[in-house]
C-alpha cells in the first residue's frame, strides 16, 4: 500500500504505536510518521506508507500548529502532566497575582524566533541515545540551546489555573518547552496537561482519520482488502504543493526510472518537480538541472 493517510492519533499511545498499529491495519510495513506527537497529545500525524517514505525529507521543516492546556502552580520534570511535580502546588499564593492579561503579556515574547532548550525527557540524542533514557537512568542531560520559530502563541481562556492557548511553532521546537518557561517567568511553574495537534503543515484535523475508523473501515487489509483505506490517502497531486506536478511520457518515464535525466514540459523555475505517469501514480522527484532538463533524486519503484 502506498500513500500518505492523516492519523487522528489518540492520547496515550506513542506516534511509533501508531505506525505498529497501521502495519497490523494494512499489512504495509514499510510505514514512518512525519513529526512525533508526545502520548498524551492528540491529533494530526501525517503517515507515509510503502514507497512514499522515501518522500520524508521532503516534509521535515512542516510548521505545526496545536490548541492545548497548561496547568499554573508547579513544573514537572517532563514539563508535561506525566512527570514528578517539581516542587510543592505554590497555586494559591500566586492566584491573585497571576491574571489573564500578565500571561498574555508575558507570551508576547515568545513570538518569532526564540531560544529553546528542549525537555530532558525528550527524544534529542546525545551520543547516540536518546535524552530520555538517560533522564530516566538519572544521568545528566546537558541539551544545546535550539533556534525555534513561533509564529503564533495566543493565550484564549483561564480558569483558576488552567490556561488555554492556541499555537504554531516551527519543526523540532517543544509546546512543553514554551509552556515551562512561561511558569518560570510567572515565578509560579507550569506544566502541559494536554495538547491537540491541528496541523501539520498542509495536513489539517479534519481530514484525519482515527485508528478505530480505520480497523472499522477494512480490517482484513493484509490479505489484499486494503483499496477501500488507499482511497482515504491525500492525493498524490496535492503533496508537496512547493514543487509543480508534471505528468511524462512513455520514454521519459523508462529514462527516470533509470536515473537518467530527461526534458519535461514543466516551464516555471522552481527547483524540484513531481513527476507522473497518469493522473495519480507519482514515479519521481526530479532536479531541475537547466531550462527545462530534469535529473530524478527520488525514484518510486
Same mark, same amino acid.
Given at each position: 500500500?502506498?500513500?500518505? &493517510?492523516?492519523?487522528?492519533?489518540?492520547?496515550?499511545?506513542?506516534?511509533?504505536?501508531?505506525?505498529?498499529?497501521?502495519?497490523?491495519?494494512?499489512?504495509?510495513?514499510?510505514?514512518?510518521?512525519?513529526?512525533? &506527537?508526545?502520548?498524551?497529545?492528540?491529533?494530526?500525524?501525517?503517515?507515509?506508507?510503502? #514507497? *512514499?517514505?522515501?518522500?520524508?525529507? *521532503?516534509?521535515?521543516?512542516?510548521?505545526?500548529?496545536?490548541?492545548?492546556? =497548561?496547568?499554573?502552580?508547579?513544573?514537572?520534570?517532563?514539563?508535561?502532566?506525566?512527570?514528578?511535580?517539581?516542587?510543592?502546588?505554590?497555586?494559591?499564593?500566586?492566584?491573585?497575582?497571576?491574571?489573564?492579561?500578565?500571561?498574555?503579556?508575558? $507570551?508576547?515574547?515568545?513570538?518569532?524566533?526564540?531560544?529553546?532548550?528542549?525537555?530532558? %525527557?525528550?527524544?534529542?540524542?546525545?551520543?547516540?541515545?536518546?535524552?530520555?533514557?538517560? $533522564?530516566?537512568?538519572?544521568?545528566?542531560?546537558?541539551?544545546?540551546?535550539?533556534?525555534?520559530?513561533?509564529?503564533? %502563541?495566543?493565550?484564549?481562556? =483561564?480558569?483558576?489555573? #488552567? /490556561?488555554?492557548?492556541?499555537?504554531?511553532?516551527?519543526?523540532?521546537?517543544?509546546?512543553?518547552?514554551?509552556?515551562?518557561?512561561?511558569?518560570?517567568?510567572?515565578?509560579?511553574?507550569?506544566?502541559?496537561?494536554?495538547?491537540?495537534?491541528?496541523?501539520?503543515?498542509?495536513?489539517?484535523?479534519?481530514?484525519?482519520?482515527?485508528?478505530?475508523?480505520? #480497523?472499522?473501515?477494512?480490517?482484513?487489509?493484509?490479505?489484499?482488502?486494503?483499496? $477501500?483505506?488507499?482511497?482515504?490517502?491525500?492525493?498524490?497531486?496535492?503533496?508537496?504543493? @512547493?514543487?509543480?506536478?508534471?505528468?511524462?511520457?512513455?520514454?521519459?518515464?523508462?529514462?527516470?526510472?533509470? +536515473?537518467?535525466?530527461?526534458?519535461?514540459?514543466?516551464?516555471?523555475?522552481?527547483?524540484?518537480? #513531481?513527476? %507522473? @505517469? +497518469?493522473?495519480?501514480?507519482?514515479?519521481?522527484?526530479?532536479?531541475? /538541472?537547466?531550462?527545462?532538463? %530534469?535529473?530524478?533524486?527520488?525514484?518510486?519503484?
Amino acid at each position: 500500500m502506498n500513500g500518505l &493517510l492523516v492519523i487522528d492519533k489518540p492520547s496515550g499511545i506513542t506516534s511509533h504505536d501508531v505506525v505498529a498499529q497501521m502495519r497490523r491495519i494494512t499489512g504495509e510495513k514499510s510505514i514512518g510518521h512525519l513529526g512525533t &506527537l508526545d502520548p498524551i497529545a492528540t491529533g494530526v500525524l501525517p503517515v507515509l506508507l510503502g #514507497k *512514499y517514505t522515501r518522500l520524508a525529507q *521532503y516534509f521535515s521543516h512542516a510548521e505545526k500548529s496545536y490548541t492545548g492546556a =497548561m496547568r499554573l502552580g508547579f513544573a514537572t520534570d517532563t514539563y508535561d502532566a506525566e512527570g514528578t511535580p517539581e516542587g510543592p502546588d505554590r497555586w494559591p499564593q500566586f492566584s491573585s497575582g497571576v491574571t489573564l492579561g500578565r500571561i498574555r503579556a508575558m $507570551a508576547i515574547r515568545f513570538r518569532g524566533d526564540i531560544e529553546q532548550t528542549p525537555p530532558a %525527557f525528550s527524544a534529542k540524542k546525545i551520543a547516540g541515545k536518546p535524552a530520555y533514557e538517560l $533522564a530516566r537512568e538519572g544521568k545528566p542531560v546537558e541539551l544545546k540551546v535550539e533556534i525555534v520559530h513561533v509564529s503564533s %502563541f495566543v493565550i484564549t481562556a =483561564m480558569e483558576g489555573a #488552567k /490556561v488555554t492557548f492556541n499555537l504554531a511553532i516551527s519543526a523540532g521546537g517543544y509546546v512543553r518547552s514554551i509552556v515551562h518557561d512561561l511558569g518560570e517567568d510567572l515565578e509560579c511553574g507550569a506544566h502541559l496537561t494536554s495538547l491537540r495537534r491541528t496541523k501539520a503543515g498542509v495536513f489539517s484535523i479534519e481530514e484525519a482519520h482515527t485508528l478505530d475508523e480505520l #480497523k472499522a473501515l477494512d480490517g482484513n487489509a493484509a490479505v489484499g482488502h486494503g483499496s $477501500a483505506i488507499e482511497a482515504l490517502c491525500v492525493h498524490p497531486r496535492t503533496l508537496l504543493p @512547493e514543487m509543480p506536478p508534471v505528468t511524462a511520457d512513455v520514454e521519459s518515464l523508462g529514462r527516470l526510472r533509470n +536515473g537518467a535525466q530527461v526534458n519535461l514540459p514543466e516551464f516555471s523555475d522552481a527547483p524540484l518537480v #513531481k513527476v %507522473f @505517469e +497518469g493522473q495519480s501514480d507519482l514515479v519521481a522527484i526530479a532536479r531541475r /538541472v537547466a531550462g527545462t532538463l %530534469f535529473q530524478p533524486i527520488v525514484v518510486m519503484v
